[in-house]
C-alpha cells in the first residue's frame, strides 16, 4: 500500500491533467451535442416526411453503431478525404455525434409528450410556431428531458475513455502510461476505475434531484 | 409522432421555414460538405518536401513500454524510440526538438502511416514480408530476441546449467499462446510458469519460485539495469526479430532520407549519440563500428 501512494504521489500531474482533459473533452461534447440533438429533435418531432430523413438516419447510424467505431471513423475519414483532425478534435467530434444523436431522441421524446392542447393553446392566444416552440414547449420538456440529458452526460464520461485508443492523454491513456512505467497494473487501474464511478454516481445523484422536483 | 405533426399542420401552428431545415437546404449543405473534404486533396511532392518545408517532424509512438517508448516521472516522454526519432529529427533540421510525437496505440501503427497523420513511425515495429506489403520499412535499429535473466548466486549460473538440469528449472513467463513453446525451444524440458503481468513474472523470480525468466531481451536488458547487481543474463538468446521504423510507400526520397539518417547513426558520424542511448536503455555499449572496409556492405 505504501508503495501504491508513493507511486500515486508521483503520479498525480499525469493522472489529474488526464482527468481535467476527461472531463473537458465530456463538457465540450455534451454542449456541442446539446446544440446538435435539439435541433435535431425538433426537426424530427415537428418535420415533413422528407426532411426528417436524414436526420433519422443520422441517429439510428449514431444509436446502432459501438461508440468506438465513431471514434476511429473521427478519426480516420476525415484523414482519408485529406483533412487532418487532431486525436483530441476527432474524439471530441464523435463524442459530440454520439450525443447529439441520443439527445436528440430524448428531446422528440419529451416534446411528444406534452399534449397536443398545448400547441393549441399556444396558437389561440396568437403565438407564431416559434415562440410556442421556446415559450410553451421548451419549458415543459426540459422538465421530463433533464434526467436522461445527465444520463447522456455518464455515457459521454465512460465513452470518453475509448478516446486512449487514438491517443488522446485522458484519464485512462494517462493510468496506463503510468502503469508501463511501474507495473502496478491492478492498483492504477482500480483506482482510476473509482474516480470515474466518483464522477459519475456524482452526477447521477443530481439527475435524480431534478426527478423528484 | 404523425398524429402530433399532422395536428400542428392542420391547426396552422407549423410555418416550417421560420425555425427548421427544409429538405432542400439538407440536400445543399451536404453537397458542399462533401465537395469541400474532397478538394481539400494533399501534395504531391516527396514526404521529404514536406517535412523540410514544415520545419518540424512528426513521429508516431505509443506511451506505454519501456524501454522503447514511456513517460518517466516528470511525464516527458522517452525511451529507445523516442532518441531513435530523435536523431532523424537531428539529421532534417541540426536540431532534435524540431519533432513533434503522436501518441498512438500499437494497432494505429500502420493506419496512422497510410492516412498521412504521421511522416515516420518508430514504435518496435518488427519487419515482417506481410506488413511490408502496407507500408515501407526503413532499416532495423535493433534486434529484438528472447533471453533468460537469473538471480545473480542463484542456483543456475548460465544457459548450459539451466539446459543441464532439465525439467527440474522452472521458467517464469508473461502468459501467451505461444510462450509454453517459446520456452521449449530454448529449454526443451523445462517447466513453464506463465504469468498475466510483468512484475508477477519477476516476482516469482526474486522469490525463488522460477529460476529464470524468459522475456524480451530488450525488457530484461533494462530491467537489469534499473536493478544493477541482482540478475544476469543466462548468455543465450532465441527468437530474432528486427525492429525498424515505418514510412509510407511510395516516398522514395524520404525512405531513403531516413535510412541514412539511420544507418549513419549505427555505422557513421552519429555513432555517439546512437551508442550512448543504447547505453541509456540497454545498461550495455553496442560494439563499435570497425574502420576501414564498411563492414555493413560485405
Keep these: 500500500m505504501d508503495a501504491f501512494l508513493n507511486q500515486l504521489w508521483i503520479a498525480r500531474w499525469p493522472l489529474l491533467d488526464g482527468l481535467i482533459t476527461t472531463l473537458q473533452i465530456s463538457i465540450v461534447a455534451i454542449v456541442i451535442g446539446t446544440i446538435i440533438g435539439v435541433l435535431v429533435g425538433v426537426q424530427l418531432t415537428y418535420g415533413s416526411y422528407f426532411s426528417r430523413m436524414p436526420f433519422r438516419l443520422y441517429v439510428e447510424i449514431m444509436r446502432g453503431t459501438p461508440v468506438l467505431v465513431s471514434v476511429l471513423a473521427a478519426f480516420y475519414i476525415p484523414s482519408v478525404m485529406g483533412l487532418s483532425l487532431t486525436a483530441k478534435m476527432a474524439g471530441i467530434l464523435a463524442l459530440s455525434l454520439f450525443a447529439g444523436a441520443h439527445i436528440a431522441e430524448l428531446t422528440r421524446g419529451s416534446l411528444q409528450a406534452i399534449p397536443v392542447g398545448q400547441i393549441e393553446a399556444g396558437r389561440s392566444i396568437g403565438l407564431t410556431f416559434k415562440q410556442i416552440v421556446v415559450n410553451v414547449l421548451f419549458p415543459q420538456a426540459l422538465r421530463s428531458a433533464l434526467p436522461p440529458w445527465i444520463n447522456t452526460g455518464v455515457e459521454l464520461i465512460k465513452g470518453s475513455s475509448l478516446l486512449s485508443l487514438i491517443g488522446v492523454a485522458e484519464l485512462l491513456l494517462n493510468t496506463q502510461e503510468v502503469i508501463g512505467r511501474n507495473f502496478m497494473a491492478i492498483q492504477f487501474y482500480v483506482f482510476s476505475g473509482v474516480i470515474y464511478l466518483v464522477i459519475n454516481i456524482a452526477l447521477d445523484q443530481t439527475a435524480r434531484i431534478f426527478d423528484r422536483r | ?298
Excluded at chain 2, 33 to 44: D, F, M, T
Excluded at chain 2, 177 to 187: K, N, R, S, T, Y
Excluded at chain 2, 251 to 278: C, H, I, Q
Design chain 2, 1 to 298: 409522432m404523425k398524429r402530433h405533426f399532422e395536428e400542428a399542420v392542420r391547426h396552422g401552428t407549423l410555418q416550417r421555414g421560420t425555425f427548421m431545415f427544409n429538405a432542400r437546404t439538407i440536400v445543399i449543405f451536404g453537397i458542399s460538405l462533401a465537395g469541400a473534404l474532397v478538394l481539400h486533396a494533399p501534395a504531391n511532392a516527396d514526404k521529404l518536401d514536406d517535412v523540410l518545408a514544415r520545419g518540424k517532424l512528426v513521429v508516431g509512438t505509443g506511451t506505454t513500454n519501456p524501454p522503447w517508448h514511456f513517460k518517466n516521472e516528470v511525464g516527458e516522454l522517452v525511451g529507445f524510440d523516442v532518441d531513435v526519432a530523435k536523431m532523424i529529427a537531428k539529421g532534417l533540421f541540426d536540431d532534435d526538438t524540431k519533432i513533434e510525437f503522436v501518441s498512438q496505440a500499437s494497432d494505429a501503427r500502420i493506419p496512422n502511416i497510410l492516412t498521412d497523420k504521421v511522416d515516420v513511425t518508430c514504435q518496435f515495429v518488427t519487419v515482417t514480408a506481410a506488413r511490408a506489403q502496407q507500408v515501407a520499412f526503413t532499416i532495423p535499429y535493433y534486434r529484438e530476441g528472447v533471453s533468460l535473466m537469473l538471480k545473480s548466486g542463484g542456483k543456475y549460473k548460465n544457459y548450459d546449467e539451466l539446459k543441464a538440469a532439465g525439467s527440474a528449472v522452472t521458467i517464469s513467463v508473461l502468459q501467451n499462446v505461444f510462450a509454453e513453446q517459446m520456452v521449449h525451444d530454448a529449454l526443451p524440458e523445462a517447466t513453464v510458469d506463465q504469468f498475466d503481468s510483468v512484475d508477477l513474472m519477476y516476482q516469482s523470480l526474486n522469490s525463488g519460485r522460477a529460476d529464470a525468466a524468459a522475456t524480451d531481451n530488450s525488457s530484461l536488458k533494462y530491467y537489469m539495469s534499473q536493478n544493477p547487481d541482482q540478475f544476469v543474463d543466462s548468455g543465450y538468446s532465441w527468437n530474432p526479430q528486427s525492429y525498424a521504423c515505418i514510412v509510407k510507400r511510395g516516398n522514395p526520397d524520404w525512405l531513403n532520407f531516413v535510412n541514412v539518417a539511420l544507418r549513419e547513426s549505427m555505422t557513421g558520424t552519429t555513432f555517439p549519440v546512437y551508442k550512448e542511448a543504447y547505453k541509456k536503455w540497454f545498461g550495455e555499449y553496442p560494439t563499435e563500428p570497425k574502420i576501414g572496409f564498411p563492414g555493413e556492405l560485405r
